[in-house]
């Protein structure tokens, strides 16, 4: 009667609205947040002491969740302008809460060496998060761990210095579109561009600063920048890159205990 539901009773499943991509089951998953918000407000109608609870908006609807970047990621096939995420989260075998209608808002992938990459994913949703609705699939996702010797980064100074880690994230802009008698949205529309931005960690050997104005002077677009996690056995997991990457800021540390790291920010969009 008291039981509890543990970690290993959980599961969560996510597919194409279409069926592309096909059902699967996410594994490595650290942490999971599915929830609601609705937005309301307090009517103090004229001569009367008692107030009035009123819809001021419609509800707001989330999915976020925190993984290990452990086999080839289905998650970021949902950049698209028209890709729709279904998914469920299933639990005591017979108990699942879905949806039929999410979309990535953002995405961020988190390397460094000696720690296994992180991924953080969060979707919004437009249809009525629910029981019964029910993502399960069966295409099983094999698991393959990479090492700090498969993930490679390409930016500036990285042939001949030590890159330590990265961090990447891009951000979707979704606006939906209501009725009136309307609970979802009649359309969403995808708002280009997708922004992108990464910060890039590097331990120091034979490179300095750049000028501070060198960015207003010569401008810095259209920059090479790509990330790529490979598994131990060479497969390829994850290929991440900036379109019209720009170098926007650098920061230089030295302290005694510590070697001299610079740090390199960068944006783009697409």
Do not use: W
Request: net charge negative; hydrophobic share 30%.
């Amino acid at each position: 009667m008291y039981g509890t539901t543990l970690n290993y009773d959980s599961h969560f499943f996510i597919s194409g609205q279409d069926g592309t991509p096909s059902a699967r089951e996410l594994s490595g998953i650290n942490s999971i947040d599915i929830g609601y918000q609705n937005s309301s407000n307090i009517a103090k109608p004229l001569g009367s002491t008692k107030g009035v609870i009123t819809v001021a908006g419609a509800t707001n609807q989330t999915v976020s969740f925190s993984r290990s970047l452990i086999y080839n990621d289905p998650v970021i096939d949902f950049t698209g302008d028209s890709k729709v995420m279904k998914g469920s989260f299933n639990y005591n075998n017979n108990t699942s809460y879905g949806f039929e209608s999410g979309y990535l808002q953002s995405y961020s992938v988190n390397c460094a060496v000696g720690s296994v990459p992180k991924v953080n994913s969060s979707f919004v949703v437009y249809d009525e998060m629910k029981s019964g609705i029910n993502a399960t699939g069966s295409t099983p996702t094999s698991i393959d761990i990479p090492s700090q010797g498969s993930i490679t980064a390409t930016c500036d100074y990285s042939t001949t210095n030590r890159v330590l880690g990265f961090d990447y994230s891009l951000s979707v802009k979704k606006i939906p579109y209501y009725t009136i008698g309307s609970e979802t949205p009649v359309e969403v529309k995808h708002v280009n561009p997708i922004e992108y931005s990464a910060s890039v960690q590097i331990d120091v050997d034979d490179i300095f600063l750049a000028s501070g104005f060198s960015f207003f002077e010569e401008g810095r677009s259209d920059k090479t920048l790509s990330f790529s996690v490979k598994g131990r056995d060479g497969t390829n997991l994850q290929t991440l890159s900036i379109p019209k990457a720009s170098l926007v800021s650098e920061q230089i540390n030295a302290s005694a205990d510590g070697s001299v790291r610079l740090t390199l920010n960068y944006i783009g969009h697409s």
